[in-house]
């Protein structure tokens, strides 16, 4: 991610030298020719933060179902909560609404590349989105994600802070030029 935030200049530049361009035009393809050229040349994959999502997928769904289906997950507790098989029991659900509120941290924390305005505010309404969908999942499952969120949130920080994530960044930056030379 942090390499694609360095690119973004170089990225823009594409886009902005195809903006005549309506999405059905054939040359668009030309567009997205160079920027999987450039993304190459420095060696980025664009799908690259969508991999460590797909790979949790799997065990939601074992946890979803461990979690609803286990006799011996039934009367499980974890602090204020009585069953982990069920959705909290409280007016107002905690877990849930921690989990958004990590979900926006961990939205604002992670860098971000290429993101076109509209798309960005789309995204703010995914832990809306999530909350809705997991305000009423067994309890258990929604810790799992709270507590992934939270790992997520820790892993950023370091990552963000590291000189192996600047390093990254530093080696997409196109050469400064000097004197009308490069």
């Known amino acids: 991610m942090r390499k694609m935030q360095a690119l ?3 990225i823009d530049e594409i886009s902005a030298k195809y903006k005549s361009l309506k999405i059905t035009d054939p040359r668009k393809g030309e567009q997205n020719q160079e920027m999987m050229d450039l993304y ?3 060696g980025v994959n664009p799908m690259g933060g969508c991999v460590p999502m797909l790979l949790q997928i799997p ?5 979803y179902k461990v979690f609803t289906v286990s ?3 039934r009367g499980a507790n974890w602090l204020w ?3 982990l098989s069920q959705p909290e029991h409280l007016p107002i659900k905690i877990l849930p609404l921690a ?10 924390m992670t860098p971000q590349a290429n993101v076109d ?9 995914m832990p809306l989105i999530f909350g809705f969908m997991f305000y009423n999942f067994p309890s258990g499952l929604v810790l799992y994600y709270l507590t992934s969120n939270l790992v997520g949130m820790g892993q950023q920080v370091f990552f963000n802070h ?7 960044a530093r080696s997409v930056e196109p050469p400064k030029k000097r004197n009308g030379r490069k």
């Open 40 to 42: 190459k040349k420095y």
């Open 59 to 63: 065990f939601f769904f074992a946890f």
């Open 99 to 108: 989990m958004i509120a990590s979900q926006f941290y961990m939205q604002r």
């Open 117 to 125: 305005p509209n798309q960005q505010r789309m995204m703010m309404f």
């Open 8 to 10: 973004k200049p170089q």
């Open 81 to 83: 909560v009585s069953d």
């Open 162 to 168: 590291t000189a192996t994530a600047d390093a990254a």
């Open 71 to 73: 006799v011996e997950m």
